[in-house]
């Protein structure tokens, strides 16, 4: 029999891949739309000096210019493999699926990126050491190129959530792809946003400008710019909300929004808030003040945004063919791919998945523990944590602590085999497997030792071919 060509189950226990996968992308959000927005910034302050001759807010540029080598290029530089690299062991599949659609993308995203990083370092050294025009000019290519690197990982990303016409499918082009539903859209309110983040950072920045003139024109000048890039943000996120397939829109209204709509609209309002506080009292931003507000909307802000959208996409992790477990869930003619459903479903996932240690290819009476939590990590933990009370969706909770393996494996029978949930993949297993979860799901509700191997002498041996 052939096996299908999956990976190893990385298991983070209590939160996941998919925590560790969203804490480090909100650190790498934060660094990165600063960074985009800062260097827009920079193009319209220094235009506005060069062109109302003030060449004291060059100062500020410097300033801010050095702020971002040491905190958005250092974190952004080295969140943003760690997410790569994340994302390689939570959803190898994932990974080949984007690599195979978007690797000139990716190419051309790192050449843009370059240029970005020289582009903020000569653009912070060269201030007064080349003319004002040539510099103006380095500026604004600074500023294209970080705008490009933005562009072109949305693209990714909103592929990601669904190429959202069946075009895709059929030819398996990049354009297709790339230029999916939901593009515009996201790219639109990720350029809003990163002008409000690097506003709030702006005026951390601008705190520590001790001249109450430059302070006060800087100030007046980055805050509009933020409140516009606000509002516009919001905007372009209801439209975007418009063009999320049913899957997405099932899960923001049942589990997301209930969350963290109250987290959103708090943020909103603070940020205006503190904006139009600033342009008022430009004398008034103190430095503690400006970091304390600029956690705030960081954390709260880009949390549930990342969150939201890492969510709604379940139960797939990339163009609606791969599921969040690995599996693939539907036929992709113009790429080659077939579904691997009804393979799983005749011959169950021991067979099939090449890691699976040799005595844990069938279920027996013995093994039944083992094979279950193997099963439940291969199946389910990409999304649901196996510890009671664990903050990712745990699974005992999900099942409200269930004890009776009939009633967990009729779940299993039902809305999993069918595939009645939208946010959830459907999962249909030989029964032996269905019984092994469900096994395993109760022992760890009544509290049970579920770590404990069947055989110790074989359960450790490595992977091998099933028979
Ligand atoms: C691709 C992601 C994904 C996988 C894999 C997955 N689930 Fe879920 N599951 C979800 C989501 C999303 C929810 C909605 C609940 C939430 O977000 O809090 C959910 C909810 C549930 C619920 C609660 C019922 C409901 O409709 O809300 C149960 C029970 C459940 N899952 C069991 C399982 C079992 C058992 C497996 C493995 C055999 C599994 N899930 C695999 C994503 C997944």
């Known amino acids: 029999m052939d096996l299908l060509g999956m990976y190893p189950t990385f298991y983070v226990p209590a939160i996941g891949t998919a925590w560790v996968m969203g804490i480090i992308g909100v650190i790498h959000v934060v660094a990165s739309h600063t960074s985009v927005g800062a260097s827009f910034l920079f193009a319209l ?10 060449p004291e807010i060059m100062g500020f540029i410097k300033k801010y210019g050095m702020f971002l080598l040491v905190f958005s290029y250092v974190i952004g530089s080295v969140t943003g493999p760690g997410i790569w690299y994340a994302i390689t062991v939570a959803s190898p599949r994932g990974v080949g699926g984007l690599i195979h659609n978007f690797v000139w993308v990716w190419a051309a995203e790192w050449v843009y990126f370059t240029v970005e990083v020289i582009g903020v370092y000569a653009l912070v050294y060269l201030i007064g050491k ?20 933005m562009l072109l990982i949305v693209g990714i990303l909103s592929f990601m959530m669904w190429p959202g016409s069946e075009n ?25 946003s990163m002008f409000v983040m690097a506003a709030v950072v702006g005026l951390m920045v601008a705190s520590r400008v001790r001249d109450p003139v430059l302070r006060r024109s800087v100030v007046r000048f980055i805050a509009p710019i933020g409140l516009v890039g606000g509002l516009f943000a919001v905007m372009m996120f209801i439209y975007y909300l418009q063009t999320l397939p049913n899957n997405a829109v099932v899960m923001l209204n049942t589990y ?3 969350v963290y709509a109250r987290a959103m609209v708090a943020v909103f309002v603070v940020a205006t808030a ?19 507000l600029f956690l705030f909307i960081a954390v709260a802000g880009v949390w549930p945004e990342e969150r939201m959208r890492e969510s709604m996409r379940k139960p797939y992790v990339a163009g609606q063919y791969i599921y969040g477990n ?39 009476a013995d093994n039944r523990l ?46 999993l085999k069918h595939g009645t949930q939208p946010y959830m993949p459907r999962i249909d297993l030989p029964a032996p497997e269905i019984d092994a979860i469900a096994h395993f799901i109760a ?25």
């Open 45 to 54: 302050l220094e235009t506005k000096a060069y062109r109302d001759g003030t």
């Open 130 to 149: 080349v003319d004002a025009k040539t510099h103006l000019k380095l500026t604004w290519s600074f500023a294209l190129a970080s705008w490009a690197t």
């Open 168 to 192: 895709w499918y059929q030819t398996g082009s990049t354009n297709d792809a790339f230029y999916n539903l939901n593009f515009f859209a996201h790219l639109a309110t990720r350029t809003g």
């Open 256 to 258: 997301l929004l209930p």
């Open 274 to 292: 503190w904006l139009v506080f600033a342009w008022w009292q430009p004398q008034r931003v103190y430095t503690p003040l400006a970091v304390a």
């Open 326 to 364: 690995q599996i693939i869930a539907r036929n992709v003619p113009g790429k080659g791919i077939r579904s691997e459903m009804e393979q799983i479903a005749a011959a169950g996932l021991l067979q099939l998945h090449p890691f699976v240690p040799k005595p844990l290819r069938t279920v027996t």
């Open 370 to 415: 083992a094979t279950g939590r193997l099963l439940t990590q291969i199946a389910c933990a990409n999304c649901h944590a196996l510890e009671r009370g664990a903050p990712l969706r745990s699974l005992p909770d999900k099942l409200h602590g269930a004890t009776d393996e009939d009633l967990i494996a009729a779940f299993l029978q039902g809305p």
């Open 443 to 467: 022992a760890v509700n009544r509290g049970e030792d579920v770590t404990a191997q069947p055989t110790p002498s074989t359960a450790t041996a490595a992977a091998s071919q099933p028979e």
